[in-house]
């Protein structure tokens, strides 16, 4: 029997093939499997958050999927194929960890991390491939809070950061304070209000990360609490054979507070 690995590939490698492959998969490129790679990836952090690890291992093996899909679409316009990316990534994790691999020494994080961002400017420089910006390399296409969080980081790292909290916090008022003075103003605009939450929500991921907490994941445990307590909710109304669509918010309230007094008398320690 194959090696499991092998045995994924020819199955991607059959399902491909033009003659008797799958009607689906043959009409799949790049482009459009990008939009399932996505899904899979957050259906991996879903079954994380979650704790379900026999979910993890079925989620883990859509994703792997995806990477041997990438490379069976590659292999084919001849750019490379699954061999070509484990042997490069092998590579890359030998020739990055010097103080594992190597006669390096490090002393501690910090100089681990310092040494890391040397020898990934110096691969690029040997690659021919020149920054305008120490930004250039932040992906595009990363969730919002994300990006704002790698941006902020990325700057940190040459000094462009605040050293103490307080103007961090110092800032977070004032750019709700900013929000508020166009919320207020006698003809609000959309487009100003717009700008400024984006400040306010960038001052916020600032907060975040000077507080050493990943703003996704705060969002994330956040939204995860109020899909529970509002499913409290639902349940309480069904107890009395009502809908929430028929309920006053101050009931709403009244239930909402019901099912936080319940969570505070039995605390949840995952969130």
Same mark, same amino acid.
């Given at each position: 029997m194959s090696h499991p690995i092998e045995q994924l590939k020819q199955i991607m490698a059959k399902l491909r093939d033009p003659e008797s492959g799958c009607p689906w998969d043959l009409k799949q490129s790049f482009e459009t499997i990008v939009p399932h790679t996505i899904e899979e990836t957050y259906e991996v952090v879903d079954a994380i958050h979650a704790g379900d690890?026999?979910?993890? !291992? $079925?989620?883990? &093996?859509?994703?792997? @999927?995806?990477?041997?899909?990438?490379?069976?679409? *590659?292999?084919?316009?001849?750019? @490379?194929d699954f061999d070509d990316v484990i042997c490069g990534v092998n590579e890359k994790l030998i020739r990055r960890h010097p103080h594992v691999f190597g006669d390096l020494k490090a002393k501690d994080e910090t100089e681990i991390n310092a040494n890391w961002d040397k020898i990934k400017a110096a691969e690029k420089q040997q690659a021919g491939k020149t920054e305008q910006s120490i930004l250039d390399t932040v992906p595009a296409s990363l969730p919002a809070l994300s990006k704002a969080n790698k941006l902020q980081s990325r700057c940190a790292k040459f000094g462009f950061d605040w050293d103490t909290l307080p103007p961090v916090v110092a800032k977070v008022q004032e750019e709700l304070e900013e929000v508020m003075a166009e919320v207020n103003h006698a003809? /609000?605009?959309? $487009? !100003?209000? $717009? +700008? $400024?939450? &984006?400040?306010?929500?960038? +001052?916020?991921?600032?907060? +975040?990360? %000077?507080?050493?907490?990943? /703003?996704?994941? *705060?969002?994330? =445990? +956040?939204? %995860?609490? @109020?899909? =529970?307590r509002f499913k409290g909710v639902?349940?309480? *109304? =069904?107890? !009395?054979? !009502?809908s929430v669509s028929d309920l006053t918010l101050s009931e709403l309230d009244a239930m909402w507070e019901q099912v936080k007094a319940g969570e505070s008398a039995t605390p949840d320690i995952s969130e």
């Open positions: 690890w026999d979910n993890l !291992k $079925e989620e883990l &093996g859509d994703f792997i @999927f995806q990477a041997i899909f990438y490379c069976q679409l *590659a292999q084919e316009q001849g750019l @490379f003809q /609000p605009d959309q $487009e !100003k209000i $717009e +700008s $400024e939450l &984006g400040d306010l929500l960038f +001052s916020v991921v600032n907060l +975040s990360r %000077h507080l050493k907490c990943h /703003p996704e994941t *705060a969002l994330n =445990r +956040s939204n %995860h609490k @109020f899909i =529970r639902e349940a309480i *109304a =069904r107890m !009395k054979n !009502k």
